[in-house]
């Protein structure tokens, strides 16, 4: 990684920006790239000012704390040579136009001085500047990396502890903590580690749940993909036969020996379908089902939670996924990424561009990562999406059928403890035509309610009537529905 950041600082580029969430790691990264160039170098923040460094420490500040300026005076009037100027969150110092133009005459003089400036960032430069930076990405932490992140924290640790500290992992435990880890930056993986240490003054395999359920907080609360826990199977599932089928051949699709049978990893699926039809489910069931994690990226939260950074969230979350492949990459709701992407743009062509990002990297990335696309309103999707290579195949999820109805009905009586073998089904099937497995579930939770409040066992009856009380959304929504039936009959293949 360092190796490719010398190349760009030896190349003669005078301004290199790191956005990262991980300043620890890009500053380690920077200053290896510049000591393995025997360059003098520099740091600056707004805390500690600008100090020299040196491999072993960090010397006293020739400029004190505060404002960049007196920072960027310095340098102009001491004229260092091949010097690395390492600065930490810079950005917002940028829109001051004296600060902007100080910068500007040192990226000039870096021509003949061999100077170099690395921004690191957790935000993104004003345009401006990032016209004449050059983007270098440090990438999410190797296997490698974390592994020395680990060795390091058990023995910070156990420097710290009174007591006695154990360490019980075999060769494959071990393995499975660095994967788990994959995806978490070298501080969020310590933390984890730690916590998982400090609880019971010991790091064993039972601790590597713990560490799955902290790794899915830390990933929650930060980016924007949500690690989903899923434990379901095929058989929580009523109907999509044929998407089942296909699921279950692709099943072996990520492992070495489909690779020497000439099989190239599965690249993804896009269920389009009326909502409350099980399209998320499959998701879940896929991810449980071939044992690999399961991360949900929902475009929507990209425009609304990081209103500024979305084109770089996305980017993040990208990367992260591969950081973390295999995995089960599930986009959901994908038209929303594209908002505006189909129409003319009124986001001053974001859409556009995210929907290009979105595109190009399904069509050329080589990871293991399986992508499950859901999309209920097909009006918004860009036709390019639907394009062959984007995905393996393109199902259509519709309404149950009167078999798939009955099946769903009796994974719900079973799943709250009741025997489908004592209810009428096939006559709550044939009077339910229309109704979505959602809302095939939510009668049977409205019946129970109502049999639980009349201090009845739950029967047939119960079911009927909450029947003719529910208008399900294929009767409200009825022009919509026929119109994406009529749209899906010759593009996509029948999930059931
Ligand atoms: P949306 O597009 O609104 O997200 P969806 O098609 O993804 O809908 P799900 O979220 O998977 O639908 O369905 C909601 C719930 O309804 C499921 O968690 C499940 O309990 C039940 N359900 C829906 N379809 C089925 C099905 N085919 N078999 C069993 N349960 C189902």
């Given at each position: 990684m360092s190796e490719n950041l010398s190349s760009l600082i030896q190349a003669g580029h005078p301004l290199i920006s790191i956005q990262t969430v991980d300043e620890p790691r890009a500053e380690f990264i920077a200053r290896d790239a510049a000591f393995a160039l025997d360059r003098n170098v520099f740091i600056w923040s707004l805390t500690t000012g600008l100090q020299p460094v040196t491999r072993i420490q960090a010397g006293a500040p020739v400029v004190t704390a505060g404002n960049s300026l007196p920072a960027l005076e310095y340098l102009k009037s001491s004229h260092p040579l091949n010097t690395v100027v390492i600065f930490k969150d810079f950005a917002p110092h940028c829109k001051d136009a004296r600060i902007h133009r100080h910068l500007r005459d040192l990226i000039i003089a870096s021509e003949t001085n061999g100077n170099c400036f690395v921004l690191i960032d957790s935000q993104s430069l004003p345009e401006e500047l990032r016209l004449f930076s050059h983007h270098y990405e440090i990438g999410w932490p190797s296997t490698a990396e974390l592994d020395d992140a680990v060795k390091q924290t058990f023995r910070r640790v156990k420097r710290q502890s009174q007591g006695e500290i154990t360490l019980r992992l075999t060769k494959r435990d071990h393995e499975q903590l660095l994967q788990t880890l994959r995806g978490l930056t070298i501080s969020q993986a310590e933390k984890v580690v730690a916590a998982a240490i400090n609880d019971d003054n010991a790091l064993t395999a039972a601790d590597l749940p713990r560490i799955i359920d902290s790794k899915r907080a830390v990933l929650n609360s930060t980016g924007a993909l949500e690690s989903i826990a899923a434990d379901f199977n095929a058989a929580d599932i009523g109907g999509l036969k044929r998407l089942k089928v296909w699921l279950k051949q692709r099943r072996?699709?990520?492992?070495q020996k489909a690779r020497n049978f000439g099989i190239e990893f599965p690249r993804g699926v896009l269920m389009l379908g009326v909502p409350g039809c099980g399209k998320s489910l499959c998701a879940k069931v896929v991810a449980a089902d071939w044992k690999m994690p399961l991360l949900r990226l929902d475009p929507g939260v990209l425009y609304q939670k990081f209103v500024g950074e979305t084109e770089n969230q996305l980017r993040q979350a990208i990367s992260q996924a591969e950081s973390m492949a295999p995995v089960i990459l599930w986009i959901d709701e994908i038209e929303k990424a594209f908002a505006s992407a189909s129409a003319q743009?009124?986001?001053?062509g974001l859409s556009k561009r995210m929907f290009g990002t979105l595109l190009s990297w399904m069509q050329d990335h080589r990871h293991p990562i399986f992508i499950i696309a859901t999309a209920n309103?097909?009006?918004?999707?860009?036709?390019?999406?639907?394009?062959?290579?984007?995905?393996d195949e393109v199902f259509f999820v519709d309404l149950p059928t009167h078999a798939s109805r009955r099946s769903i009905l009796e994974i719900h009586l079973k799943r709250r403890k009741?025997?489908?073998?004592?209810?009428?089904l096939e006559t709550v099937a044939d009077h339910s035509d229309g109704f979505s497995g959602s809302e095939l579930e939510q009668l049977i939770v409205g019946a129970l309610f109502s049999a639980f409040s009349n201090q009845e066992e739950l029967a047939t009856c119960h079911l009927l009537n909450e029947l003719k009380n529910t208008q399900p959304l294929s009767v409200l929504n009825g022009e919509r529905i026929t119109e994406l039936r009529n749209w899906a009959r010759n593009r996509c293949v029948p999930a059931d």
């Open positions: 072996g699709g990520f492992t743009s009124a986001d001053g309103d097909i009006s918004a999707l860009p036709p390019e999406l639907m394009r062959k290579g984007r995905f009741r025997d489908p073998e004592q209810f009428d």
